[in-house]
């Protein structure tokens, strides 16, 4: 049986993972690479590494950082922030990303994501959509939520999906950060909109939280970072939880 | 040596990677008259039926069945299990090595597709390549159409219906999953592959 995903979000500033690592070291705290293979060994399906900052400077840091994730990670692997053109996608699976992740870019040139798909696949291509309830709908927003797109959310997936993505990873900009859960909402508008897969994002904070998005929210796979790096929950924990409840997740893995 | 064919669709770091990991010594090549110094050959896939049309263009497709013929264990991944069937309704007009037999298809409307992430598979005793992968094991899928099952099957899969995850006869050897995306398990399966 297919499982539900847990994907593990690594926030990243100038080469360092950002959201609240409580590692003691401080030396060693945030390096994506550790985070990544730490999270992998507790159970993690997949690992996101976003860029943050996603200046055009620090192209090269993210690269590398990218390079040292992937080089002893055998769970997908999927880099976002900053991708532009098809010419950044390329370098990002060159340095070893399976995916890439794309949100302004895409809203602002959808042929982009047949352009990438086009040459690696519809597999490798997740189309990111922040989306705000506006009360009636969920508007769209890019350039890390500070600017509004007018576009309804649910039309802008059904955009994304028809021009070639695989992939919806749909962050709720009103529960980011929250840990009052996901939008089940938004979730299910999208989810069941579209024919691909749709990672849910933003609002995780418990075992019950997860198992809500999966069943109200229709999600195939969500996707926290700071309930993970805060330790609230353990991955390993959280999907045997899951497991307990009937979702059928990869538990034990 | 362990060939990587590489026929200009996609991203082979991810296999590269894996193979690097278990110390195999690896040669990524596009050249056809390589696969007859190597031991062994991967063909992994990626994207679009269509994409293997460079393959009779270039000679790689009858250099891969050359090699096969001469008994060098040969593992399709992905697209590359695929083209070991006699073709896709993805894309009609191609064929593929018939090596198994039946056409890969769409899934059904009743699930969503592509199939996407860990499913189980259930492996069957004696397959050479899942040596020692536990029942009801999980593995990374990212595909929209999918191989029938046949007798030569080692491992089922269910999604919408039952299809073959992973093929097996003789030298010749199939995933449809990605041992190289699919954690210990995966790593597992490409030891195997490397010690045939």
């Known amino acids: 049986m297919l499982t539900k995903r847990i994907i593990a ?67 997908p692997f999927t880099v976002g922030g900053g991708i532009r053109q098809l010419d950044d996608a390329a370098a990002v699976f060159d340095a070893g990303a399976d995916k890439i992740a794309i949100n302004s870019a895409a809203v602002r ?5 047949g352009a990438i798909a086009g040459r690696f696949g519809s597999q490798a291509v997740v189309v990111a959509i922040d989306a705000r309830s506006t009360g009636d709908r969920f508007e769209v927003y890019i350039s890390g939520g500070r600017v509004p797109t007018g576009r309804d959310a ?96 990869r538990w034990p893995c | 040596m362990i060939a990587i064919v590489d026929y200009g669709a996609g991203n082979l770091n991810s296999v590269k990677k894996a193979f690097d990991h278990l110390g195999a010594e690896i040669l990524v090549t596009d050249q056809p008259q390589t696969l007859a110094t190597a031991d062994k050959i991967v063909f ?12 009779d263009r270039s000679g790689m497709a009858k250099a891969l069945l050359h090699a096969a013929s001469t008994g060098k264990p040969l593992l399709g991944i992905c ?29 059904p409307s009743s699930v969503k597709s592509p199939h996407v992430g860990w499913n189980s598979v259930a492996a069957k005793e004696g397959s050479r390549l899942l040596r020692g992968v536990a029942q009801n094991s999980f593995v990374y899928y990212t595909h929209s159409f999918h191989a029938p099952l046949v007798t030569e099957t080692t491992a089922a899969t269910e999604y919408g219906l039952q299809f073959s995850g992973a093929v097996e006869r003789g030298n010749i050897f199939g995933v449809q999953f990605h041992p190289e995306k699919s954690g210990d398990v995966g790593l597992s399966i490409l030891k195997n592959f490397c010690e045939l």
């Not at chain 1, 690992?47 to 200046?55: C, E, K, N, Q």
């Not at chain 1, 990218?66 to 990670?73: D, E, I, K, Q, Y």
């Not at chain 1, 040139?109 to 994501?113: G, M």
């Open chain 2, 44 to 55: 992994p896939g990626v994207g679009h039926f269509s994409s293997l049309r460079t393959l």
């Open chain 1, 109 to 113: 040139e959808p042929a982009l994501i």
């Open chain 1, 154 to 249: 649910v039309d802008w997936a059904r955009e994304a999906t028809a021009c070639g993505a695989g992939e919806i990873l749909l962050t709720s900009m009103d529960r980011d950060g929250t840990q009052s859960g996901f939008d089940c909402e938004l979730v299910r508008a999208v989810a069941e909109a579209v024919s691909i897969p749709v990672i849910a994002s933003g609002g995780a904070g418990s075992a019950r939280d997860f198992i809500e998005v999966f069943r109200e929210g229709r999600a195939d796979a969500a996707l926290a970072a700071s309930i993970f790096h805060f330790g609230l929950e353990n991955i390993g924990e959280l999907k045997s939880e899951l497991s307990d409840a009937g979702i059928p997740v």
């Open chain 1, 9 to 75: 979000c690594l926030d990243m500033d100038g080469g360092r993972v950002v959201k609240g690592v409580r590692f003691k070291n401080l030396r060693d705290a945030g390096d994506p690479a550790e985070c990544a293979a730490a999270h992998a060994r507790s159970g993690a399906d997949e690992i996101v590494l976003l860029d943050i900052t996603a200046t055009s400077g620090n192209r090269n840091t993210l690269l590398e950082a990218v390079r040292s994730t992937a080089h002893s990670l055998f769970v």
């Open chain 2, 79 to 107: 697209l590359g299990m695929q083209w070991l069937f006699e073709g896709s309704e993805e894309c009609n007009d191609i064929s593929g090595a018939g090596i198994f037999p039946g056409k890969c298809r769409q899934f």
